[in-house]
């Protein structure tokens, strides 16, 4: 044995490297080469993607969309007041009882769906193109919960969200009163009714319906911007003359990766299109995204609404839908893989001419069609919906 050999056997480390620490004091050694070494041992310190949000900004934000959810805010939050004012305790009771009802009906057994049937799509944290969709975050959320980007697009305006520290106790309530009103409609029937968003959204906004679902839903508002596209299909700060959207960043609870939620405000019909033609290159930029149709008027059944139509099956990996989003000889057998879910006999009689005879065919000769045990769409009652599932092929 070698006297460096026999030296590790009895101490442990060898002569060699005995040596080189000694060396290292030595005023020949660069000391960068040990401080370096160090630095590399280091395990990689972890930023915190939350730590650029302004936590002020924030809280207050999330405080506004608890109370105009009817959830309680902290006692020292700026905006607890307005748990103190006359019609508060209504407002929270309304909420409880109709999320309630609602969890128990519907998205509980929307999320048990989901974590059988949309598990893969979920787990690649998907962007998620929901057009038509007014300011239903709700239902893209519940059967989207990992989607890093949500696209919504509808014709109501963007609008505003009540600033609870600057109103008075009478102004408070009537807020609160003003954005519980739009909501009766989606809590009962899964979708918002085109002619009262007309009537209910055209002051307030979506935004304040969309705080109410993102509270609802445990999520935590981190920022929120005004925007617009460029002509370039760039997000940019909102300018006249851009489609007016908002960009919200939100966190769930319990996770630290920030999410984003674009709403833009525009016509989705070809002549709209013409009019921005931006907005069609920035859908086409998304990345292999996850479209989601439900109670989309069957407008694009109508040559009106080709142009969206071609957009979505250029670009979507999946789309989710039911029978009132595009029909079902629009999607090419040699491109997609199509999956079937609940129930279809015809649509309701308001859209009685949109009668999908393939569709219903479908229906009645496969035998391994999965039964959807809550009610989605304009066909809301159990056993009456139905859901497409489309998979681009490999």
């Not at 002569?15 to 005023?27: P, R």
């Not at 748990?83 to 209504?90: A, F, L, P, T």
């Not at 960009?247 to 769930?252: D, M, T």
């Not at 990766?257 to 019909?269: I, M, N």
Request: proline letters at 5%; aromatic letters at 10%; one cysteine or more.
């Amino acid at each position: 044995m070698t006297n460096n050999k026999l030296f590790t056997a009895i101490f442990g480390t060898s002569i060699s490297a005995l040596l080189l620490l000694q060396g290292c004091g030595s005023n020949n050694i660069n000391p960068n080469i040990t401080s370096n070494a160090i630095k590399k041992a280091e395990p990689a310190k972890q930023l915190d993607p939350l730590a650029k949000f302004d936590k002020a900004k924030s809280a207050k934000l999330t405080d506004t969309a608890k109370l105009l959810a009817g959830m309680e805010v902290d006692s020292q939050s700026p905006l607890a007041k307005v748990q103190q004012v006359r019609g508060w305790n209504s407002h929270q009771n309304y909420y409880k009882n109709a999320w309630s009802k609602l969890e128990n009906r519907q998205l509980s057994k929307v999320r048990k769906w989901r974590d059988k049937e949309l598990q893969a799509i979920n787990a690649k944290n998907p962007t998620v193109f929901y057009p038509f969709s007014g300011p239903d975050f709700l239902y893209s959320f519940s059967l989207f919960p990992k989607a890093k980007e949500m696209i919504l697009i509808g014709l109501e305006p963007v609008g505003s969200v009540p600033d609870f520290a600057q109103l008075s106790a009478n102004e408070s309530i009537a807020a609160l009163s003003k954005a519980r009103s739009s909501l009766s409609e989606i809590l009962q029937f899964s979708f918002f009714r085109t002619n009262d968003m007309k009537v209910d959204l055209q002051k307030q906004g979506v935004l304040p319906i969309l705080y109410v679902f993102m509270a609802r839903t445990n999520n935590r508002i981190l920022n929120l911007q005004y925007i617009g596209l460029d002509q370039n299909a760039k997000v940019k700060q909102f300018e006249k003359g851009m489609v007016p959207g908002v960009k919200i960043a939100f966190v769930p609870q319990g996770e630290s990766e920030p999410r984003t939620l674009y709403y833009f405000s525009t016509d989705l019909s070809n002549s709209g299109l013409i009019k921005h033609p931006e907005l069609t290159q920035f859908i086409s930029q998304l990345k292999e995204p996850v479209t989601y149709l439900k109670a989309a008027s069957y407008l694009m059944h109508n040559s009106s609404f080709s142009d969206i139509k071609k957009t979505i099956l250029a670009t979507s990996s999946h789309v989710l839908q039911d029978d009132s989003g595009m029909p079902l000889k629009s999607f090419d057998n040699a491109k997609w893989d199509l999956e079937f879910y609940g129930n279809y006999t015809r649509p309701i009689g308001l859209f009685s001419n949109r009668y999908q005879s393939d569709l219903r065919r479908v229906y009645a000769n496969k035998n391994d069609i999965q039964p959807l045990d809550f009610g989605i769409g304009y066909k809301f009652n159990v056993n009456q919906s139905n859901l497409m599932l489309a998979k681009t092929k490999q």
